[in-house]
């Protein structure tokens, strides 16, 4: 090949080495097509033992016969415009050869260099001569030039490198054609970002993307894949990134193709590629294949520890204790140096093997004495939840006092744990640390090893266990956190019992609760707040009996999840009854979603229509309700002072517009902006003029013209409204009107509307009927101030 890097192996084991004779050579990848599959694998003819024989004698005389099989080289050629090949000493002597065949590139940017001397010479010659301004045009040109040269060498650069990497695509047509040459594109694409160490999630996407596409493609043309690019693929495709999560999915084919194509693997390919094996789920042929090469791989110094620590995390996967100690004695007595971290997977497997339990916590304390003060927290972490998973929590927490009072206290064989470890606030900051990183498994596990210890766990602990657990939405750990919650509110009745009945003469009563703390108002609440997501109305009922016999007072967010439970429930009747219950019992401060819920609950909002026969009684029913919530007013109290949501503010306002209550609405809109200090966004303005819940159904009944004199409407208001506060000075003429007065203003707009319709409609009545209304809905003195300076304009 003409310029360009050759590739020879000599005494490499291969991707086909075996531990026997030379003549019988299993495949590293095991086939496991059928034979009409075009990646399967060649067979090698067997050969006799005298013809093996033969053959090794001939090798040896040629001196093709390397000292030891299981020492392996990669050596480069490069062969010359004279055909004449030559070998490369190293690895940046490669690279060159990769980027500037023959030296040409190279030769021309050293003409460059000795043009520039040239160049500067005269310069300096011309300046002394006084002619600087010829010189400074002698300089620019050079420069214009030299850097057009430069730009077309790099460019040349590049091309030399790209086009030895490229895919051939003679002899191709149609999207066979396409596929390669989108592979060749995505192959250049990654090779350059790979170069500035900025190969993004996109680039090893696409790459394995457009490399699967080309797969049947090259399968019958293995033999035109440049060398080279099988290093690009696997380099891209083999690293380790965070997010490459098929990385031995990309491994495991991209290594079965290069053996295809006859491209040798080195050691650590054949490593990654026999773990790719495994955990492509063939697993008795990825070990097979590992005792094969432990001759080879096990005994080469470079691929030793890395061969064998596969090894043992295979064994301990598959859960063979007996193989994976033997690995680990090897490891241990190898006069290799290697992180002592390397048996985790096995004190794992000794954790998970109830014989073995003792032995894994020998090589835990092996392991922290090896470490020392290099033991970090995630190495305990680690270890702890291999113990906790597999039920050993005793051992884990043996090993979470190490953590937490290293060198302290030792457990291990104490009758009785001290005081300073038999706590409930001690295991608490392990709960709490379990809890955080997602361990709900090993939380509840801790959960019952304390109450096996008499260690009674505190309500707060055990409410962060249900609330983690709940919101995870895991079927296994919402049915653990129902059962604990019940089991704390069952010692929380019980309690209550024993209160109620301690007076009793002569009689001793004991609780039964099992060692569970008393459930309070968050174990409540955190139920209620489950059951309203999942509309488990069913289970709401007993928990509300439950909440009564418990005689814990409610606050809000408990009460509005019964409340909106049974609006789902659609028992929407029962929400007021329920609230006013509440609040004579308890007193409880109800919030906005409390009202929401209440706004909610009426029949204008429940039913499609309100009859004319009942329009009488849903308009006391709604006043009543504005006047409740008046008398609440300071729990809508923030740090910006007196604030509504701006959906309940729309709810209240179209609750009245439903039941045609225009004085009720005029009133209520006067309220919500005085006392709440709301102001309705256009499109409430809107829906209140055209009188509908949804604008854009307005629109799709070709009714949209409504919509557009609407908005005509409220621009016109304000550009004169604009107009009077220029000529009184407000703001600039050609200043456009601040946001806020514009709110403002655009809710002014609204409330002249509903005044003029209300005047409009009662005529003569429209004053009585005012103080009538504003007494009801609780906003009497203020209509009255409000009605009289109406009259008097």
């Not at 003409?2 to 026997?20: E, I």
């Not at 040629?62 to 004279?82: C, D, I, R, T, W």
């Not at 045009?137 to 790099?154: C, G, T, Y």
Request: aromatic share 8%; net charge neutral.
């Amino acid at each position: 090949m003409r310029g360009g890097a050759l590739l020879a192996v000599h005494g490499a084991p291969g991707f086909y080495y075996s531990l026997g004779k030379c003549s019988t050579v299993p495949p590293l990848l095991l086939a496991r097509q059928s034979s009409t599959d075009s990646f399967a694998p060649t067979r090698t003819k067997r050969r006799s033992p005298e013809q093996d024989a033969e053959r090794l004698k001939t090798l040896r005389t040629l001196g093709l016969l390397g000292a030891s099989p299981s020492k392996s080289s990669v050596n480069f050629f490069e062969q010359g415009k004279s055909g004449r090949i030559r070998r490369i000493q190293d690895e940046d002597e490669f690279g060159k050869a990769l980027t500037d065949p023959g030296g040409e590139l190279d030769a021309r940017l050293k003409e460059l260099e000795d043009q520039l001397q040239s160049v500067t010479s005269i310069v300096k010659a011309i300046e002394e001569m006084g002619g600087k301004e010829e010189a400074e045009k002698l300089r620019r040109q050079f420069a214009r030039d030299s850097n057009s040269d430069a730009n077309n060498l790099l460019e040349e650069i590049d091309n030399a490198s790209i086009s030895s990497l490229a895919i051939p695509i003679n002899g191709l047509n149609g999207n066979r054609q396409d596929r390669i040459h989108r592979l060749n594109n995505q192959i250049r694409r990654c090779s350059r970002a790979w170069e500035k160490n900025s190969v993004l999630p996109k680039d090893v996407q696409g790459l394995w993307k457009a490399y699967s596409a080309a797969r049947t493609t090259m399968s019958g043309r293995w033999h035109t894949v440049p060398t080279l690019t099988w290093e690009v693929l696997w380099r891209i495709l083999s690293t380790e990134y965070t997010f490459n999560t098929n990385r031995m999915s990309h491994i495991y084919a991209l290594a079965k193709d290069m053996q295809q194509s006859g491209v040798a693997l080195r050691p650590m390919q054949q490593i990654l590629a026999l773990e790719a094996i495994f955990m492509d789920g063939w697993e008795n042929e990825a070990i097979e294949n590992h005792r094969r090469h432990a001759s080879t791989l096990g005994a080469n110094p470079e691929t030793f520890v890395p061969f064998w620590q596969l090894g043992l995390q295979m064994y301990c996967r598959i859960g063979d204790l007996e193989r994976a100690e033997r690995i680990a004695i090897t490891i241990l007595e190898s006069p290799y140096e290697t992180d002592p971290r390397f048996v985790q997977p096995l004190i794992k497997l000794c954790a998970e093997t109830p014989t073995a339990v003792e032995r894994g916590f020998k090589l835990y304390r092996d392991l922290r004495a090896s470490l020392g003060d290099s033991m970090t927290i995630e190495d305990y972490d680690n270890i702890i939840s291999y113990f906790l998973a597999s039920g050993n929590t005793e051992y884990a927490l043996f090993i979470f006092v190490d953590m937490m009072k290293p060198g302290s206290i030792d457990l291990l064989g104490a009758q009785q744990y001290p005081p300073r470890v038999a706590n409930s606030f001690f295991f608490g900051k392990w709960l709490k640390r379990l809890i955080g990183a997602g361990d709900l498994e090993g939380a509840f596990n801790v959960i019952h090893f304390m109450k096996s210890r008499g260690i009674t766990p505190q309500t707060i602990q055990a409410n962060g266990l249900i609330g983690a657990c709940l919101r995870s939405g895991a079927a296994d750990n919402t049915e653990k956190a129902e059962e604990v919650a019940w089991k704390m509110i069952n010692s929380r009745i019980q309690f209550v019992e024993l209160r109620k009945r301690s007076d009793l003469p002569n009689v001793n009563l004991y609780s039964s609760s099992n060692g569970w703390p008393r459930a309070n108002l968050e174990t409540f609440s955190l139920l209620a707040e489950n059951y309203k997501e999942r509309s488990l109305i069913a289970k709401m009922n007993p928990l509300w009996r439950s909440f009564q016999q418990a005689e814990i007072a409610p606050d809000s967010f408990f009460v509005n999840q019964l409340l909106w439970s049974f609006l789902q429930d659609g028992k929407g009747e029962t929400v007021p009854l329920m609230y006013e219950e509440m609040v004579k019992r308890f007193e409880f401060k109800p919030d906005s979603h409390t009202f929401m819920a209440l706004w909610q609950a009426l029949p204008a909002n429940r039913f499609t229509r309100v009859f004319p026969k009942d329009l009488s009684t849903e308009v006391l029913r709604t006043r009543a309700l504005f006047a409740e919530m008046m008398k609440h007013v300071s729990n809508f109290e923030s740090k910006d002072g007196i604030e509504i949501d701006n959906f309940l503010a729309r709810n209240v306002l179209h609750s009245f517009r439903k039941i045609r209550d225009h004085a009720g609405l005029l009133l209520a809109y006067r309220g919500l902006r005085r006392i709440f200090n709301y102001n309705p966004p256009d499109m409430v303005v809107f829906e209140m003029l055209l009188g509908t819940l949804d604008l854009e159904r307005l629109a799709v009944r070709r009714e949209g013209s409504k919509l557009i004199r609407a908005r005509a409407s409220l621009d016109h208001y304000l550009a004169h409204r604009h107009q009077e506060l220029v000529k009184s000075d407000e703001i600039s003429d050609g200043e456009d009107m601040p946001p806020e007065r514009r709110n403002e203003e655009t809710g002014n707009f609204l409330e002249l509307q509903l005044e003029t319709a209300f005047s409009d409609m009662e005529e003569g009545n429209a004053q009585r009927l005012a103080v009538e209304a504003a007494e009801e809905m609780g906003l009497h003195a203020r209509a009255a101030q409000d009605t009289e300076s109406h009259s008097d304009a």
